[in-house]
Structure formats: structure tokens, C-alpha cells
């Protein structure tokens, strides 16, 4: 998600903030201390116990600094404390949806205090602005955050090295920290953090700039790999995903939401689900106001003492919808409305020469539309949270708790607070693990249900989506159409190059009537354009949009680099060229681009820290083609191929050679996979080589089934049976992944190996059978040859 | 018969039930304890039962129709999918869960997964473990292609790569 958004995000929510009024409250009996207790101290096992009894104390701790966990131990810092038995706490404030955050940044703290990681233990954060961003999204976690858990780790280090000093009257300068222990040069002297937190706590903290931070020679942690924190719990069945989370004495609810976006509750008889034994009540919930956010989608919800009776209560509802204006809505023939926008001019975004009129007098011109479909993100684990409301007398809130599996606790404030009529600071939000969430867990409309019910029922209410829920009411990503069209002179050398893009943009979950890609869209994969082309014209459409359009892992790298880099490998065939040397002679010389020229901005990036490096994305191109044996696959057989793409994304490059096996009957069989990525400084590189390993399981998911279908309004598809996705036997025999030592800035790399993957693959096919399929997902075409 | 054609004979099985069976069970054993069931119809699923009345919550949901496999639970030894089958149709059979499939995480399948480093989210791994479980127990010596084959769960994260090095290294462990 790009900075950009989070302004539109941040500017529609404003609008229906409530801002807190100390000198006349407005909720009286709104005892704010007590219900920002801070469960942020607790691990996710605790999270469970803590969240039915809050302690006073505890809360006014969490009020002063996140990181304490009991008032003897020494906080300097938001994101560390060290308690007086050695025990350092790490505060980890991103969510945990399988890329290993609450392993990484625990460890590039522990790091730089020198720390034993067997005394580390790891707290989970509650939502708290304080903590500056918690939208564990976009691929920003590491890149945020890798200085702030350096500087928490130096200041604690510098303070117990002076503490240190005091207690043996020595030049603080003469003291270090290694192993959990301070150490004196020159005197066998050592000492246990554990027994200078007392000194500790009563120095002053030192200010970042005047902190000495490790040298890169003397890391210990970053850059090595550990197990993951929860491995225990996840292998043994312990760990709380959302759909675990437990309040006291809570409900189960299980929702019908209307099946057209917008639509709303014309009429209900709840007459039978009430017999289905268990139901407790029935509940209208209203629809959104305004544009849908992440609000919740309205409906009727059943509550009740298990899931499965709700579930059972849900389908014995009786509903008549009003389906309102989204119902006209039918994919398959706006796909052709794209097609055809995209083949009539657009508006700019970016423009280098004249492309149109060397295009136009030229004696070659090469083009070719692609397109990719409505996506479901599907996450393992639906979208499920529990909410404790509590009122007063007339109905006012008075406190108000969600815990849920959630990518952003503070989006959760956000979406609540003025849901619930409270402040957002004053929404209490606790984290569990997720079971994954690419991008659908930062949408919290799922926590405003569960607030919704809990404060009419006056007790906890946990939602569940079921599968079916999930896939027919999510925030899909846009169906999109491209179109590439570019001029080659005599060697097929492209002169000139157009390119056209149309999807709905995530805008118009937003801001109604927002109706054309952002800058932010465009720049993943379209106007971020590597080739060096003297004429360049990059221009988007117009696109409404019917459904609530979402942010899915990768965005909309999903459908530009797979037309982008589609597109190049369609120019080396017609040139007749290797694929990998028409590349990089596309690239063109070793040059960071000219972000400000391209009108680029870069996630936000300084150019200097993220520059747009070519001679970078050459590299991993090389070194993909070289791991890969590039160069000896001519040597296989028809019906076996190699395709070869690379793309910049999320700051992160990536270049991928998949090697495919067709039998003559279609069937397809991905035999290979090789990925390079260079993301600059790697903290885990396990991690890193697992999420390049589930960025091309993901990326087969997308190229090979990935496909929803709205037919009046309504998403066609509604489990795994239908919209599937892959499993081992169709998913690549063998995945290998280089990733680049770089000193260089860390960048993205959950979501960076996805742009190159699906391109890959379809030019592979192409090697292998000589057809070209532009229009995902594969599981519509024929693949057959003879 | 294979995994595959067991959950589809269950499936069958299930579906020729009527929905509302209220006769109610009163016990089930779940990891060699007897447990009691308080007002549970027989048509429920035996994962929500496990789930929210017995509280045994490492059992997960995903599709509730036999798609994904994160339910997979040992019905006598046998891997089944919960989220399709009936606790009424239990009766005195023995149910394990990742409860008790070890006390401390020390199956062999369970130590495969923490040395190759399978779980990215880790939410659908107690199913691929339980599936994992029960087809070592059945070959202990699987192909490739069999393990393809009996490693059928949906991982989103897609640590496909990984389980199956680990469903090798447990194997290997379970032959010593």
C-alpha cells in the first residue's frame, strides 16, 4: 500500500472521527484509564486470561510506555524493557501473518543490546498510535522499522553500559555489552543487565544521534536465521489465530450480508433460525454510510452459544434483499468495456518524446492486450474477531475491547471509534496471529460487526466469516485490461512504446465516484516502466468500480508486470532474440531512473536510500539466468520450455526463470522455479527464501485458477471447490531462490516476489508449446499440442 | 482406499443425513479421555464441537466442505476432515486432535516441521500435520508422487516446498 493511500485513507476516515473532549466529556461514565489496560504486555497465550481481567495497574504502565512490563523493570524505550531477574521484553507492534515479523524485528533489537535471545521474550502490541505505524502492509515492516528497533536497542545498551560504569566508577566509555552482560576492557569485571536495571532506570536517555550504533561486522542476529517465535505453539496446536480468540461468556455470530454491494435488508423472518437450538438472537445490522471503507457491509446476523449453530441459524434466515445499484453489474462483459478502453486513448501519467506520432509513421508496430481478473484474497484463515462493549444506563459506550486477527489494530480503532461514538485512542484493540491475510485483514469491516452486535447484546460477540462469506463479500482485487503497443526499428529494437492500463481503482472503496487508477496503482508496474525507450507514453482509463476493490498482496504489480514483461518477451520473439539479452538490452545502461523526471514517487522512499537502480534489477536478471542454466535450454524437448521476467517491486527486484513441462494434453507441469531477489539488507534470510517460496505458490494460484466472476451484482464463485487455488501437485516441483547480500537499504519482499512469477511462466508455456495466453487465469485455455 | 476417497465416503455418508438429528450424544473420546457433550446434536460437526464446546481450538476451520483439509483430525487412526463429519457418527471411536497427537510437539511429523522451518502462518499446518501423521503411518516410505498424492491440504503461504522435505525427514525418523 503506498503512502499515498494511506493519505485517502487517512482523509476519509477524518470525516467520521470523534475527537476526544477532555474539559466536557461526553461519555461520562467513560473510564478511560481502566479500558486502555494494556494487554499489550501480554504474549498471545496470555492475551486470552488478560482480556477478561484487566488490571489497573498494568493499564497505567501500558499508559506511560508500551514496553513496561511490571513497574520494576527499566523502559527506556517504546519498544524494549529489560526487567530486574535479565529478561528483556521486545515489544513487537506489526502483526504476524506468516512473513516472520515477530521474529525479525525482535531480532534486530536484541541485536544491538547484545542480548542472550534465550532471555528475550516477545510481547504482542496493542493498537497505539505512539508506536507510529502498525499497518503491517505493503511490504513495509522491516523498511520502517529497522532503525527504530536499532536505536531502541542501542539506547538500552548505552544505559546499561552507564549504569555499568557508575557501579564501578570507570569511563562509561570503557564498558561494553556483549552476551547479556556488561563488560569492562582491561578488568575481567562483568555484570548481568538483570542487576543494572535499578541504576539504569534512574538515567537519563540518551538521544538517538548521540547513540553509537554496531558496525555491520558485529552483527550477530541480523542476517541469521532462528526458529520463529511461535513454531512451538503453531506445531502443537496452542497458538491463537482470531478465529481462537475467547472473551468470557462470549457469542458466536455468524452473518448474511447482502449479495450485492450496497444492497440492504428489505425484509427478514427469523422465525425458524430462532428453533435451531442454541440461537440466542437475531440482529439487523444496518449497511455503510457513504462509501464502504471499512465499514461494515450490513445484513442479518445470528448470534449464538457455538459457530456452528449461528451458521445453522444463518441458513434457516429468511431474507429479502434490496439489491441496489451495483446489481446490473456482470464481470464478464465490463472485461470487454476495459478491452475497449484500454484501445482508446487515456490520460498520461507519464510521457518521455512523442510516442504517438513515432508509433504512428512507423513501419512496424508490435501490440497486444492483456488482462487479468477480479481476485479473491482467500487467506487461510477467514477474517474473524471478538468485541467486549460495554454501555451505560442510557446506551452510551463506556468501554470498548476488540481482539481479532488483525494487519492493523489501528485501522481497527479507526473503523470502530466512530462506530461505537467513542475517540478512536479510546478503542482498545488486542492482535492475534493470523492465519495469513494478504491484505484482507487490514480492512477491519469484520471488527466494526463484532463491536456492532456486542454492544446491542451487552456481552462479547465473536464473528466468523465462513469460507463462503469470505470469497462472496471480500475487497477483491480489480479486474484490469493493458494494453502494449510499441514501434521496433529493423532489429526489433522498440522505438517507441504505449502502454494503457484500466482496472477500478482501490480509490473508490473510499471516496465515491473515484473512478480512474491512482498515480499510487499506476506506479506498480505501469509508469514505473524499466525499459530504456526514447518515446514512452504510459496513460490509464477510466474504470468504475461495483464491488469493493481492494489491496491484494503485490497490488496491481499482479496485472502490470505480467503485461509489461509479457510484452517484452513477445518483442525478443518477434526480433528473434534471446529473451534474457533482448532484456537487458531493453534495460538499457546501468542508470538509477530520474524518479522526479517520471514523476515517480517511490513508496515514499528517499531516492538516495531506495534509488530506482537498474544495474540492480540487471543483476538479479543475470544471476536468475545463470542459477537457471539459462543458456542450455534449447536443449529440451517440445512441450518443455523456459521463460524468463524481472520487475522492481515494493522497492525489492526480483527476476524469475520457470521452467514448464506440457504434455500434449494440456496438462501443465511446473517443473522449476528459480528467483533471484535482491531487498537490500536481509534480517532473516529463511524468511526471505519462504516468502519468495510462497510468493510463486501464490503467483501459480493467480496465473493458473485465479479467477471471480460477478454475475448481477453477485460473486459467482464461493469455496475452494470453485475458486481454486493451488495445492503441492499442481504447484512447481522444485523452488530456488538466491537472494542478493546487499548492504544496501532493507526493502520489501513479502509481496516483491509475485510481480515476476506469473510472466514467467506464461512466456515459459510460450517456449514450450507456442502459445501466448494473455488473459489469466490459464485454466481457461487449452494448453494441448501435437 | 485412499485419504481422497475415504473423505468423499464420508461426505456420501454425511449427506444422506437428515440436518436436525437431535438425538444428543453424551460422550466422545478425544484424545484417550472420555469427555462429556452437553446438549450437542448429533448433526453438528465434529469440529465445532472440538472447537467450541470442548475448546480444542488447534483444530482449524477453512472451508467447511472438505476442501482444504486444516479440520483433518485421526478418527481410529484414520485421517478425516471434522468440518463434514458428524459427531453423531463418532460414537465410540477414538478422535485425535494436535492436542494429542504428543504431549510436547514430539511426533516425528512435528519435529520434521520445526527443523525444515514448514509454517510461514502456520494456521493450516496442524491439518497438514495430522494428514502427514496418518499417511506415514500408512507408508512409511512414500514417493514423491505419493506424497503429492496424500498431501492434498490447502496452505495459502504456500509452504508446499518445505512439507514435503519434511514429510521425508519424518519418514526417514519413523523407519529408525
Known sequence: MSNSLRELIDQSRKATEIIADESNQSTPNFSRRNFLAGVSTGSLVLMGKVA???????????????????????????????????????????????????????????????????????????????????????????????????????????????????????????????????????????????????????????????????????????????????????????????????????????????????????????????????VVEVIELPRFKGAPMFQQLGGVAVCANSTWAAWQGRDALEIEWEAGENETYNSKEFAKELKATVNKPGVAMRSEGDAKSVIKNARKVISADYSVPHLSHAPMEPTCAVADVKTDAVGRVTSCHVLAATQNPQAVQQAVGPAMGVPNDDVLVNVTLLGSGFGRKSKPDYCVEAALLSRQLKRPVHVTWTREDDIKHDYYHAISAIHCEASVDDTGKPTAWLQRVAYPSIGSTFALGSDTPASWEAEMGHTDLPYSVPNLQLEVGKAKSHVRTGWLRAVCHIQQNFAVASFADELAVAAGRDQLEFLLDLLGKDRKIDLKAAKLANRGASPIEHPYDIERLKNVLRRVANNSNWVDRKSLPKGQGMGIACCRSFL????????????????????????????????????????????????????????????????????????????????????????????????????????????????????AIGKRFRDLPLKNHDLSWS | MTLRATVVAIQNLTASKSMHRYSVMATINVNGKVLELKDVPDSTPLLWVLRDHLGLTGTKYGCGVSECGACTVHVDGEAIQSCITEVGDIGEANVVTIEGLSEDGSHPVQKAWAEHNVPQCGYCQVGQMMTAAALLKENNDPSDEEIEEGMWNICRCGTYPRIREAVKAAAKEMKK
Open chain 1, 652 to 767: 525489492g527486484y526480483t527476476g524469475h526463470v520457470i521452467q514448464v513441462d506440457v504434455k500434449k494434453d494440456g496438462k501443465l507441469d511446473i517443473s522449476k522455479v528459480w528467483c533471484s531477489i535482491d531487498s537490500g539488507t536481509i534480517v532473516s534470510p529463511d524468511r526471505v527464501h519462504s516468502q519468495v517460496e510462497g510468493a510463486a505458490i501464490m503467483g501459480t494460484s493467480q496465473a493458473r485458477y485465479g479467477e471471480i466472476t460477478f454475475k448481477n451484482g453477485r460473486a459467482v464463485q464461493s469455496n475452494y471447490d470453485d475458486y481454486k487455488v493451488a495445492r503441492m501437485s499442481d504447484s512447481p516441483k522444485e523452488i530456488f531462490v538466491d537472494v542478493v547480500e546487499s548492504s544496501a537499504a532493507p526493502a520489501g519482499v513479502g509481496e516483491t516476489g509475485i510481480g515476476s512469477f506469473a510472466p514467467a511462466l506464461c512466456n515459459a508455456i510460450y517456449a
Open chain 1, 52 to 278: 477478561s481481567g484487566r488490571n489497573s495497574s498494568e493499564s497505567n504502565l501500558a499508559l506511560a510506555n508500551p514496553s513496561k512490563v511490571s513497574a520494576a523493570s527499566f523502559a527506556p524505550d517504546l519498544f524494549v524493557s529489560i526487567d530486574s531477574d535479565g529478561t528483556v521484553n521486545a515489544l513487537v507492534h506489526r502483526s504476524e501473518m506468516g512473513t516472520g515479523i515477530r521474529t525479525s524485528l525482535p531480532r534486530v533489537l536484541a541485536d544491538e543490546l547484545e542480548v542472550d535471545w534465550e532471555r528475550v521474550k516477545i510481547h504482542q502490541a496493542k493498537g497505539d498510535k505512539k508506536l507510529g505505524d502498525q499497518n503491517t502492509d505493503g511490504s513495509n515492516s522491516i523498511r520502517f522499522f529497522f532503525k527504530t528497533m536499532r536505536i531502541a536497542g542501542a539506547t538500552a545498551r548505552t544505559m546499561l553500559e552507564k549504569a555499568a560504569a557508575i557501579k564501578w566508577s570507570v569511563d562509561a566509555a570503557t564498558c561494553y555489552a556483549e552476551n547479556h552482560q556488561i563488560k569492562h576492557m582491561g578488568s575481567n569485571k562483568s555484570i548481568d543487565f538483570g542487576e543494572l536495571v535499578e541504576t539504569a532506570k534512574s538515567l537519563d536517555v540518551p538521544t538517538p544521534d548521540s547513540l553509537k550504533l554496531k558496525p555491520r561486522s558485529k552483527w550477530k542476529f541480523i542476517g541469521k536465521d532462528a526458529p520463529i517465535t511461535d513454531m512451538k505453539e503453531i506445531l502443537t496446536g496452542k497458538a491463537v489465530f482470531g478465529i481462537d480468540a475467547r472473551m468470557e461468556n462470549q457469542l458466536f455470530a455468524v452473518i448474511a450480508r447482502p449479495p450485492v454491494v450496497g444492497g440492504t435488508v428489505k425484509s427478514f423472518d427469523a422465525t425458524q433460525a430462532k428453533t435451531i437450538p442454541g
